[in-house]
């Protein structure tokens, strides 16, 4: 609307000015004011310029306006309203561009606020699993701490179980060396009496039986029995110092003289016994085996470093008197070792001969 009314205007302004262009030139026509026509228009019109004459100073001729055709006011009207239409359409694209950017950045809130939403429901919910986690560990704590006390209580009972069972075994260990020492002196004092009865007999009388006189009652049964046979079935390396072999599995233990948790015999029976022991070395190993009685070695058996494993075997006789003790020790150091399995390669055997209570 604004186009049309401005292309009205100026087709009006174009009349005028040719009605007074006209007009002009009449009245300069007196004044020695020519007219010039510079270049035909497509309408066949012509654009004038008024020329003063030379030597002339005409004021009112060098001031006129040159009177443009109504073609070139239609080109330049054409030419304003392509502009304006071109700005119109700069304006309209702004406008969907403004829009636009609006609309994404609409969007690009909610999707900011919903992704801090997200991450605030996220740390809530963390927070939570933390919470229960921290609870959970103190529950746990809670009942480990429970059954602390009683495994506590538990070690208490059973050291004051063990307090008792170790007296309740010396007692029976005393009672058992004085049943023992009773029968012996009970059997001496029996092959005493009969001995001398028989030679009462025999050098008063002179009597003898057939075939000589019958032992004493009680003689052998009432003599005192002690033996024992250990084996272990597990290898062995030396430390420092020498340490004794223990021994895992018991074939024979009469009396209970023999204590296998570390290999040591403890005299209850005084007199003379015998014992032997058999290990396999370890290949690549030393092997220094000593049987001790009361910390004095008494015999060694002994292996140098050989890539196969040999057997070997010692025995001795000993005079022990009450609560001697005798043991196997393994010699120092980690290049001593002995070798055993679940067959028992390594064995400790020993027993009362005969007793001597003198």
């Given amino acids: 609307m604004l186009a049309v009314r401005f292309v009205v205007l100026l087709g009006s302004v174009s009349l005028l000015g040719l009605a007074g262009a006209q007009n002009r030139v009449d009245v300069l026509a007196g004044q020695q004011c020519t007219q010039v026509c510079n270049a035909p228009t497509h309408g066949g019109a012509c654009s004038y310029t008024f020329v003063v004459p030379k030597g002339e100073r005409d004021s009112s001729c060098q001031s006129s306006p040159a009177v443009q055709s109504l073609a070139e006011i239609r080109r330049d009207v054409k030419k304003t309203s392509d502009k304006t239409n ?6 309209s694209r702004y406008r969907d561009d403004r829009e636009l950017w609006g609309e994404r950045m609409r969007r690009e809130l909610v999707n900011t606020t919903a992704r801090m939403e997200v991450g605030s429901l996220e740390r809530d919910v963390k927070m939570r699993n933390l919470e229960i986690q921290v ?3 103190s529950l746990q704590l809670e009942r480990m701490r429970g059954k602390n006390r009683e495994l506590q209580e538990i070690v208490v009972e059973t050291e004051i179980e063990l307090s008792q069972l170790r007296a309740l075994r010396e007692t029976v260990e005393h009672l058992n060396a004085a049943v023992s020492s009773a029968r012996t002196q009970l059997n001496e004092m029996s ?12 050098s008063q ?16 049964s009432a003599q005192p029995q002690s033996a024992f046979s250990a084996a272990r079935q597990t290898k062995m390396y030396g430390s420092i110092p020498p340490q004794r072999i223990g021994f895992d599995k018991m074939f024979v233990n009469e009396g209970g003289d023999f204590h296998a948790g570390n290999g040591t015999f403890i005299t209850r029976v005084p007199g003379v016994y015998f014992f032997t022991f058999t290990v396999q070395s370890y290949d690549g190993k030393f092997t220094n085996i000593a049987l001790v009685q009361n910390g004095r070695e008494q015999v060694t058996l002994y292996t140098e470093t050989a890539e196969r494993n040999i057997m070997q075997s010692q025995s001795i006789m000993l005079r022990l008197a009450t609560n001697d003790n005798v043991w196997l020790q393994l010699d120092g150091g980690t290049h001593h070792a002995i070798l055993s399995f679940h067959d028992n390669r390594i064995t400790f055997s020993g027993y009362l001969v005969y007793a001597k209570f003198s």
Avoid at 191 to 202: A, F, R, V
Avoid at 210 to 216: L, M, Y
Wanted: proline fraction near 14%; aromatic fraction near 10%.
């Fill in 135 to 137: 609870i959970n560990q």
């Fill in 86 to 91: 071109r700005l119109r359409h700069q304006f």
């Fill in 205 to 220: 009388f002179n009597l003898r039986p057939p075939g000589g006189f019958p032992p004493a009652p009680g003689a052998f």
């Fill in 191 to 202: 092959q005493l009496l009969t001995g001398n009865l028989q030679e009462m007999l025999t």
